[in-house]
């Protein structure tokens, strides 16, 4: 028989097996898969039919199929003709960078999806379930640590959620750990294991603990990281890598036995004298007794202290305001009153106030910072803090000058004569508490006469001796949080957790006092707006209407009404307010 005749059969017998598929009542998706032209010789159709591939014919791959013989030297069909993303991802990760560097064992398409014809879909079970022995031809090591660790045991009961290999390192573009676009680089592993411990349906399906991701992020830990810090502790550095195991087997990591020494990685020392205890809390729920007293303590008293500030210095500004309303004055500065110049400020508590100032600014927008890393008003501080942890030093330094300020005012009060006298005029004494009332009712509107103020009134008293308190408690628990490492190894993790709370809560109520209670006083008052300038000159501008009434202005009045004029006691001249 002639050639043309053979290939004639061969086409007739190609026609009837498609007929007779057809009679079988054979799916469409089968008959793409099984091209009668190819399977007549190959039976790869009858695996296509089964992977994910299935609803390709074979003409989609294979150029020059219909042919026969078919043509020596047709090159293999090449996955990056379809697929050209999952390529350039390849190539980016760390096994196409091995393939382009010559290595014949780089895994390529085939190693890990297998072959073309039977390769499985990507998100079925039956393929997730193999991902790990997959990748374990060449990393055993660390497949066994993963088949031991809760992932992985989680996967062998059948759990195909569970995270796998290709779920924290990536699919096709997996980077080094080193690398910043890594998902599991240390500034990226806290969402790559958010996506399942933030998940609140797998928490629930589950039984996860929903509130670890939240308790990371308000510690210390989580808010240094949120800011960019790369070298903070992360969930790996505590919880381990492909070795996680839960707390209670005891060759976990987070075992109250291994604590110490997973602690002391970054904290030396730590819980060798006493239990680390609970590193996970949030408010309301599993927070130690003190911390939750501590924090009450506070959202009690501070709506409470700073709501009195506003009612007090509301109804004074609105009782002011009417009465420049109707009958407008004005107050030079440096003005005298029965010849005795209104000093506040002295050259040297000038320079205090002025260190004071700075430090504490500094102190507020550094320390915020790390609470609020997002804020606009946060960004500068943060630009370096991958490599750098400008923000901290500034703050530690800043810190630095405000203990010194503090110290030199207390030992100014020992050295100088002058100023122990200021500080004696701010002690409080028995009619502070009726002066505060009569007024505090009066600008409320409970009495209709002025009752008037001292020079130096509950007003300054109170912001004085408010600075010496905020300053005590942010000294001792910045000193505690600052020296964290000996604090784990002399005490326990309750006592930091207690300073951190407190030194945040005290550094809000000080803030709000400040903007509330002293702004106000020495900007916003309209006996002193746009500003008191006793800060700059040392002398006020404020109109005291009860100075003439002060004990200490009788010798100034006797001189006026024609006694012979004497030099002013030193005692007698109403100057500052002490600042810390």
Known sequence: MSRAGRAFLKKLGSVLFC???????????????????????????????????????????????????????????ACTNCHESQAGDYARGVHGQAASKGNAGAPDCAVCHGSAH????????????????????????????????????????????????????GEHSILPHTNAAS???????????????????????????????????????????????????????????????????????????????????????????????????????GEPTPVRWARQFYLLMIPLVIGLMLLHNGGDWVRKAIRLRRRPVSYPGGEEIDGVPNVRMLPFERVQHAVLVLSFGTLVWTGFALKYPDQWW???????????????????????????????????LFVSRPLRRHWREMWPNRRDPAEALANFSYNLGFRTRDPGRSVHSYIEKAEYWAVVWGAVVMILTGIVLWANNLMLALFPKVWLDVATSVHFYEAVLATLAIVVWHFYTVIFDPDVYPMDTAWLTGVSVRKHPSLAHEPQLEAPAAAVAG???EEPDPKSVPTTTPSL
Not at 241 to 266: F, M, Q, Y
């Open 563 to 565: 006694k012979p004029k």
């Open 19 to 77: 007929f007779s598929l057809w009679a079988a009542g054979a799916t469409p998706r089968a008959q793409a898969a099984a091209d009668p032209n190819c399977s007549s010789c190959h039976d790869q159709g009858q695996k296509l039919a089964k992977s994910a591939h299935a609803a390709l014919d074979c003409a989609t791959c294979h150029e020059n199929h219909e042919k026969y013989p078919h043509p020596a030297g047709v090159a293999k069909p």
């Open 118 to 169: 039977e390769l499985l879909p990507p998100k079925s079970a039956a393929f997730r379930s193999k991902v790990p022995e997959t990748c374990g031809m060449c990393h055993s090591e660390v497949v066994e640590q993963f088949n031991d660790s809760v992932h992985g045991q989680a996967l062998a009961r059948g759990v195909t959620q569970a995270p796998l290999c290709t779920d924290c390192h």
């Open 378 to 412: 946060a960004r500068p501080l943060l630009l370096w803090e991958g490599s750098q942890p400008l923000r901290g030093i500034i703050h530690r330094v800043a810190a630095g000058v405000f203990i010194a300020v503090t110290v030199t005012h207390l030992v100014s």
């Open 183 to 285: 998902p599991v680089s240390a500034g990226n592993i806290r969402e790559t294991c958010g996506s399942c411990h933030g998940d609140v349906r797998l928490s629930r399906k589950f039984g996860l603990p929903s509130d670890r991701l939240v308790s990371f992020d308000a510690s210390y830990h989580g808010l240094a990281a949120k800011s960019g810090s790369q070298t903070v502790a992360n969930c790996a550095s505590c919880h381990g890598v492909h070795n996680i195991l839960p707390s209670s087997d005891p060759r976990s990591t987070i075992n109250a036995k291994n604590l110490p020494a997973t602690c002391g990685h970054c904290h030396p020392g730590a819980g060798q004298r006493f239990r680390i205890g609970p590193v996970h809390v949030t408010e309301a729920r």
